[in-house]
């Protein structure tokens, strides 16, 4: 009895999360994901920027310039941007049977999930770092002091963490990388386009500006652009009033969506 | 038991050309590489492209749903800020723009069940079989045509209830609805080209970034002169703008040969750089798994 025990190695969670995790990242430095990731980022900020700014630029309110007023909407663009990726990662995994053979094997039912996630998030933050230095050049500063600056970087990770784990949830799911991308690139743009990201609430018609107001991208970007702050004061406080709503959405968006994942994770067929 | 030998590789399967008497027919076969033979074979394979897509929930959200929701939501965004500029109703340029989008959304679909049906292996098992060879790819870009035909059908419904409206007679009507096919078309073999021989991941990333950036730098987003000037030529010039811009002279009205033109040319370039790498990539799938 005690040989047989003896010659079961022992699991570490974290050198399975690890090995788990380097499977992703790895191959990242081969192919072309990264600067196709970075390049995204770029045209991302110019897609918006371009175009927008004659257009909007003389409406933001009090702002300093249109690029301040963008770039907050542009970092959660990039960032979902790598959040999509993680939902069709998780779904050629999926489809692939990968996810059954690790049902097999004595790994914890959320190791799978949580190295993806890691992978996720080290993308997130090379599309935070890009579109921030793109915002730099278009005229985007911090006016905000250290630990208004960090806490930006640290909500935009947070964001970017939700929509992994929501990409990485509808991923699984699905079992469908064909279905991955509309699914998810499209409510990206509609919200996107759909919030105070882009122009001020009152240049939406009447019957949608609750809707515009409330939903995250637009609480999102109310938080960040006033940890950003700006030159004039119409950037907006940091008080409870401007971060508390966007953390609520994070928060509750994790709530619903880690038991969920550890539902699909164990779901037999 | 039937042995095949050489001389019995004549024989064809197809019962309504065969004659003769017993159950065991022997007909002179068409030749695997004929002209009829890639008419019919293309036919079934595009029909099988048409049913599988019919049935698959992503593509009709990516060729039906996703146009539709964008078209409103650009119009609601974007919509009245353009028509004060332009001093006509904004939609003459989105509903053409969205099509043009929808249509490649859908293309990058398309790619991706290539690469599947390369995976599986059911290119390799077509490639055995005696079917014309060039019907595997001209059934994807003949499905294509209707695919593209459907997305712009609704995209054009959707933006009639708004009210775009033709204002040059039911034969632009016509013209309209043919203009997306040339460079949808041209769009699908770049797709189907990349597919062939990039990555699943990065085929998806970089075929997303081509159409973003055709979208919103192009005249169907927002009018011209609202682009800093280093730009305004890709803008001006580029394939989405030039198609969006004969589309809304035939809708609207304004210059429709010029871009039209313009466009064509970019269509057929498109379409001569991509043709040998795709016929070659195609080959290559097929006989190298």
């Known amino acids: 009895m005690t040989e047989m ?12 999360w690890w090995v788990l995790t380097a499977r992703t990242i790895t191959p990242t430095f081969r192919n072309a994901e990264l600067p196709t990731l970075a390049v995204a980022s770029i045209i991302f900020t110019a897609a918006f920027y371009l175009p927008l700014k004659n257009l909007m630029g003389p409406v933001i309110g ?15 663009q990039a960032i979902a941007f790598a959040a999509v990726s993680a939902a069709f990662r998780s779904a050629v995994d999926s489809v692939q049977g990968i996810n059954r053979r690790f049902k097999a094997l004595p790994i914890g039912r959320l190791i799978p999930m949580a190295s993806r996630l890691s992978a996720t998030m080290y993308r997130c933050v090379i599309a935070l770092s890009i579109a921030l230095l793109a915002g730099h050049v278009i005229g985007f500063r911090f006016y905000g002091g250290t630990a208004h600056t960090v806490s930006f970087c640290i909500l935009a990770l947070l964001i970017g963490a939700t929509l992994a784990l929501l990409g990485d949830l509808i991923g699984t799911w699905n079992e469908n990388p064909e279905a991955t991308l509309p699914i998810m690139v499209v409510p990206q743009l509609i919200f996107g386009l759909l919030s105070v990201g882009l122009q001020p609430i009152h240049r939406f018609p009447e019957w949608i500006q609750p809707f515009v107001r409330n939903q995250p991208v637009s609480q999102w970007v109310i938080a960040m652009r006033a940890l950003a702050g700006d030159s004039t004061p119409a950037a907006g406080a940091v008080t409870w009033n401007s971060i508390g709503p966007a953390l609520a959405w994070i928060l509750g968006a994790m709530l619903i969506l880690i038991p969920l994942h550890a539902l699909v994770a164990t779901r037999r067929r | 038991m039937m042995t095949l030998t050489v001389k019995d590789s004549q024989l064809v399967v197809d019962p309504p050309t065969a004659r003769g008497k017993g159950r065991h027919r022997r007909v002179p076969a068409l030749p695997e590489n004929s002209l009829r033979r890639l008419v019919a074979n293309t036919g079934v394979l595009a029909a099988r492209l048409l049913r599988r897509w019919s049935r698959d929930s992503a593509t009709l959200f990516a060729s039906v749903i996703m146009p539709i929701v964008l078209l409103v939501t650009v119009d609601i965004v974007l919509g009245e800020g353009v028509t004060q500029i332009t001093k006509h109703d904004a939609l003459y340029g989105t509903v053409p723009l969205i099509a043009m989008v929808g249509i490649m959304g859908g293309a990058n679909g398309s790619g ?16 055995v079989l005696p079917v014309h060879r ?14 593209i035909e459907v997305t712009t059908a609704a995209v054009l419904c959707v933006g009639l209830m708004l009210g775009f409206r033709f204002h040059q007679g039911p034969l632009a009507w016509v013209a309209w609805m043919l203009v997306p096919v040339a460079l949808g078309l041209a769009f699908s073999a770049t797709v189907i080209t990349i597919s062939l021989y990039a990555s699943d991941k990065v085929m998806v990333d970089a075929t997303e970034i081509i159409w973003i950036v055709l979208m919103f730098f192009s005249t169907g987003f927002v009018p011209l002169h609202l682009y800093p000037d280093w730009i305004q030529p890709f803008v001006e010039h580029q394939p989405v703008s030039l198609a969006v811009e004969a589309m809304r002279g035939l809708s609207h009205g304004g210059e429709v040969r010029g871009p039209l033109i313009e466009m064509l040319l970019w269509a057929a370039g498109i379409a001569a750089a991509v043709a040998i790498p795709m016929a070659l990539g195609y080959r290559k799938a097929s006989t190298h798994g």
């Open chain 2, 112 to 127: 991706i069940s290539l690469m599947r049906e390369r995976t599986d292996g059911l290119l390799s098992r077509l490639w």
């Open chain 1, 62 to 76: 009090g702002m300093s310039s249109y690029a301040q007023y963008l770039t907050p909407m542009m970092a959660i």
């Open chain 2, 134 to 147: 060039a019907s595997g790819l001209a059934s994807r870009l003949v499905a294509d045509v209707f695919r």
């Open chain 1, 5 to 16: 025990s003896a010659a079961r190695p022992s699991v570490s969670s974290v050198q399975q």
